[in-house]
């Protein structure tokens, strides 16, 4: 008569190595912010005017459709294809950035600014009038300065919390 076999070790399961889940972490962070983005300017798209402001805090912000070729304020409005080089490029480089980040909100900061510039660089890529030329949909007025949209927030957002995290990790 054969003795009962016990069954095999399971094999160890191993953790996420550091590198994978940091960049998994900031992958879904980003998409969350770029989506957002998206369906605001979706929301917009459908029910904003570009000659009719909706007041939100007296003439401070408001809510206005605008289309914009540029960066802030209209700045380099002729040269759209160039940023949407640079944001290519910066949707190809800032995640190499994050996994080598010790700071958690150095790497939620720029995690931040990556959905941001991605959520525009959709709009540079898809919105007419052509591919890699396309303007970028604006809806938040902020008096008469400027009509920026949620990508814009998140790249300043972003920004404040990389620099933030970066100094805090210096400090340490």
Do not use: C, H
Request: glycine share 10%; aromatic share 4%; hydrophobic share 55%.
């Amino acid at each position: 008569m054969s003795e009962p076999t016990s069954p095999a070790p399971e094999a160890p399961t191993r953790a996420p190595r550091p590198v994978a889940r940091r960049l998994a972490v900031a992958a879904v962070l980003a998409i969350v912010v770029a989506g957002i983005d998206q369906l605001s300017k979706a929301i917009a798209l459908a029910e904003l005017s570009t000659t009719e402001r909706i007041p939100l805090l007296g003439d401070l912000l408001g809510l206005q459709l605008a289309f914009n070729a540029g960066t802030v304020m209209s700045l380099g409005s002729g040269s759209t294809w160039v940023f949407t080089i640079v944001s290519s490029a910066a949707a190809v480089a800032i995640p190499i950035a994050i996994v080598r980040m010790r700071s958690r909100l150095a790497r939620a900061g720029l995690a931040i600014v990556w959905g941001g510039a991605v959520g525009n660089l959709i709009d540079r890529l898809f919105a007419p009038p052509g591919f890699g030329v396309g303007r970028v949909t604006d809806m938040l007025a902020y008096g008469d300065l400027f009509i920026g949209n949620l990508a814009d927030v998140a790249l300043g957002v972003g920004a404040v919390l990389l620099v933030v995290g970066l100094i805090r990790r210096r400090d340490a």
